[in-house]
């Protein structure tokens, strides 16, 4: 039995011309067990094979063949980190492109107009139905999610919030804000979805200082000491989620109802970790009751619970909340499988 295939053969099993196969072979991707010197036949192995999937694949996940020919272990990081900031520019452009024509009910999203005055970080002091309210001294403290927000110079936008403009504030969800600064207190008015006014939030400015995304960022040391675990060590699939404050008390009980964004996750003995979400798979490192997720310069606590002789995993979720505010909402609990 032959141990290797001709140019038509495995032009028909990896599904690509032979024009293309000699183009690959011209700019140095491929190259041929063996050319045969008197008929000029070309042979191909199982190498050769594995190398056009390989190809197949990351054209199609946008790399260049200048960039294919080059590949190594940096080139996927580099490559989301380019992605990324061209999806940051994209954005920004419709952004741009939308705020002279997008119109939501009765309220037309206006051009970039500068507000020094806005800019800089805030503080969550209160929430209320207007500011008369709150000089009457009637405002109520909550526990909200908007605790700190930041105005970036030039109308930047971050975490949930799309852009700003003078005397307004958009989020990417369809909500919108109006804002009024009196001295050192902003006047926070949201509207909802059906433009109807909500809620008036009441802010404290922390400073004036012209801040970056990167400044805002609540980033953990990842590299942390590898340490064993292996009681952790298997599958786990989602099970609930929970309010953060319930960890210490999680006695099985369940909360979520489905539609979870993790959807399982495992452990292997070499201190590797694959969590599976609704769009992506994320692969991590973990030491000792700690989740090293390096793409988001988080580090999830874990711990396991025993509950009626079930074991629960419950994991620290540190979503763009935590990254912009420092705050953790809830924790994902998996039962083992």
């Given at each position: 039995?032959k141990?290797?295939?001709?140019?038509?053969?495995?032009?028909?099993?990896?599904?690509?011309?032979?024009?293309?196969?000699?183009?690959?072979?011209?700019?140095?991707?491929?190259?041929?067990?063996?050319?045969?010197?008197?008929?000029?036949?070309?042979?191909?192995?199982?190498?050769?094979?594995?190398t056009?999937?390989?190809?197949?694949?990351?054209?199609?996940?946008?790399?260049?063949?200048?960039?294919?020919?080059?590949?190594?272990?940096?080139?996927?990081?580099?490559?989301?980190?380019?992605?990324?900031?061209?999806?940051?520019?994209?954005?920004?452009?419709?952004?741009l492109?939308?705020?002279?024509?997008?119109?939501?009910?009765?309220?037309?999203?206006?051009?970039?107009?500068?507000?020094?005055n806005a800019?800089?970080?805030?503080?969550?002091?209160?929430?209320?139905?207007?500011?008369?309210?709150?000089?009457?001294?009637?405002?109520?403290?909550?526990?909200?999610?908007?605790?700190?927000?930041?105005?970036?110079?030039?109308?930047?936008?971050?975490w949930?919030?799309?852009?700003?403009?003078?005397?307004?504030?958009?989020?990417?969800?369809?909500?919108?804000?109006?804002?009024?600064?009196?001295?050192?207190?902003?006047?926070?008015?949201?509207?909802?979805?059906?433009?109807?006014?909500?809620?008036?939030?009441?802010?404290?400015?922390?400073?004036?200082?012209?801040?970056?995304?990167?400044?805002?960022?609540?980033?953990?040391?990842?590299?942390?000491?590898?340490?064993?675990?292996?009681?952790?060590?298997?599958?786990?699939?989602?099970?609930?989620?929970?309010p953060?404050?319930?960890?210490?008390?999680?006695?099985?009980?369940?909360?979520?109802?489905g539609?979870?964004?993790?959807?399982?996750?495992?452990?292997?003995?070499?201190?590797?970790?694959?969590?599976?979400?609704?769009d992506?798979?994320?692969?991590m490192?973990?030491?000792?009751?700690?989740?090293?997720?390096?793409?988001?310069?988080?580090?999830?606590?874990?711990?396991i619970?025993?509950?009626?002789?079930?074991?629960?995993?419950i994991?620290?979720?540190?979503?763009?909340?935590?990254?912009?505010?420092?705050?953790?909402?809830?924790?994902?609990?998996?039962?083992?499988?």
């Amino acid at each position: 039995m032959k141990d290797f295939l001709r140019i038509g053969e495995i032009s028909s099993l990896c599904k690509i011309s032979i024009k293309t196969l000699r183009f690959y072979e011209e700019k140095g991707l491929i190259k041929p067990i063996e050319v045969d010197p008197f008929t000029g036949y070309r042979h191909y192995d199982e190498e050769n094979v594995k190398t056009i999937y390989k190809i197949q694949f990351l054209k199609e996940a946008g790399f260049s063949l200048d960039e294919i020919k080059n590949f190594d272990e940096n080139s996927l990081s580099k490559k989301v980190k380019d992605l990324k900031k061209e999806i940051k520019n994209f954005k920004k452009r419709i952004s741009l492109i939308s705020s002279y024509s997008k119109v939501k009910g009765d309220i037309e999203m206006k051009p970039f107009i500068n507000d020094e005055n806005a800019i800089g970080k805030w503080k969550y002091d209160c929430s209320c139905n207007s500011k008369e309210e709150y000089l009457k001294g009637e405002g109520i403290k909550e526990d909200i999610a908007l605790s700190e927000i930041c105005f970036l110079p030039e109308g930047e936008g971050y975490w949930v919030f799309d852009r700003w403009t003078k005397g307004e504030l958009y989020s990417y969800n369809g909500i919108y804000y109006t804002y009024e600064i009196d001295g050192d207190t902003m006047f926070l008015t949201c509207f909802g979805l059906d433009h109807k006014k909500e809620i008036c939030l009441v802010y404290k400015r922390v400073d004036n200082k012209k801040h970056t995304i990167g400044d805002l960022k609540h980033v953990d040391n990842v590299n942390l000491p590898i340490e064993k675990d292996e009681k952790v060590v298997g599958f786990w699939n989602t099970y609930d989620y929970i309010p953060y404050k319930m960890k210490n008390d999680y006695q099985g009980e369940k909360l979520l109802k489905g539609d979870e964004y993790v959807t399982s996750i495992i452990f292997t003995p070499d201190n590797k970790c694959i969590m599976q979400t609704k769009d992506k798979i994320s692969s991590m490192k973990y030491s000792n009751g700690k989740l090293l997720f390096e793409d988001w310069e988080a580090v999830l606590d874990y711990k396991i619970k025993i509950v009626d002789g079930e074991e629960y995993l419950i994991l620290d979720w540190k979503s763009g909340d935590y990254t912009y505010t420092g705050r953790i909402n809830g924790c994902y609990v998996f039962k083992r499988a």
